[in-house]
């Protein structure tokens, strides 16, 4: 009875055992499959926080980008915009040595007209060259006096003045040509008087003579002047 009793109670016991073993293994199961799903977790997590650090980097890079392409546009802008001055500040500046060389030139032209050596024109100026002064008003009239049209005066005026300035007392030091004709030599004008070096009138009268004979007209003096670079 005792033997009985015995393999019962081993058999009892082992059948315990084996239940104890089959919850522990469950258990241990349950244990690793929550370890796995932690360790997933885990995994997920750190793809997460890397792709997100990714993303920051990127999203500096780009602004370090556009922030270096504004500073590049901003420096050619502020690059064009100094070069823009400067070429107007050295378009006024030679603007203002023209105005000022064009100033003492008149000045010079005017000066010389009104020195105390000249002979004044005694003569009328005709109200067509009203608009003119010194020694242009007295060209222009004696070119009317000498037969020639008033459509003729641009022509003169533009002959005198790149010959002379209508200066009469200008003077080439390497050709000897004086006055306001640039006669060569200057004592050929004498022809219409002995004051030729210092009468505007004289010198004038002459160089209208010479252009008639020579090109027929002031335009025709001017547009050999003009082909030539002498008349």
Not at 151 to 161: G, I, R, T, V, Y
Not at 178 to 191: D, N, R, V
Request: with cysteine.
């Amino acid at each position: 009875m005792n033997r009985l009793w015995s393999r019962v109670g081993v058999r009892v016991a082992s059948v315990g055992l084996l239940v104890l073993g089959v919850i522990g293994g469950v258990y241990l199961g349950q244990d690793r499959a929550t370890q796995q799903r932690s360790a997933e977790a885990q995994l997920v997590v750190q793809a997460d926080a890397d792709e997100l650090q990714l993303l920051k980097e990127r999203h500096a890079e780009h602004a370090a980008a556009r922030a270096w392409q504004r500073q590049a546009e901003d420096d050619a802008a502020a690059k064009a915009a100094t070069e823009a001055k400067a070429a107007a500040d050295k378009a006024r500046s030679l603007e203002k040595k023209a105005i000022a060389k064009a100033e003492e030139k008149k000045a010079a032209e005017e000066k010389s007209s009104d020195s105390g050596d000249t002979v004044p024109y005694p003569g009328d100026i005709p109200a067509s060259c009203d608009e003119f002064n010194g020694n242009r008003a007295i060209g222009c009239a004696l070119m009317l006096e000498a037969g020639f049209k008033i459509d003729q005066w641009p022509c003169l005026d533009k002959l005198f003045k790149r010959e002379s300035g209508w200066n009469h007392h200008a003077e080439n030091k390497s050709s000897g040509a004086y006055g306001i004709p640039q006669a060569l030599p200057g004592s050929k004008m004498k022809s219409e008087g002995a004051d030729w070096e210092d009468n505007p009138a004289t010198q004038i009268k002459w160089g209208l003579g010479y252009i008639e004979g020579r090109y027929k007209t002031p335009c025709g003096a001017w547009n050999h002047s003009e082909n030539v670079g002498w008349y």
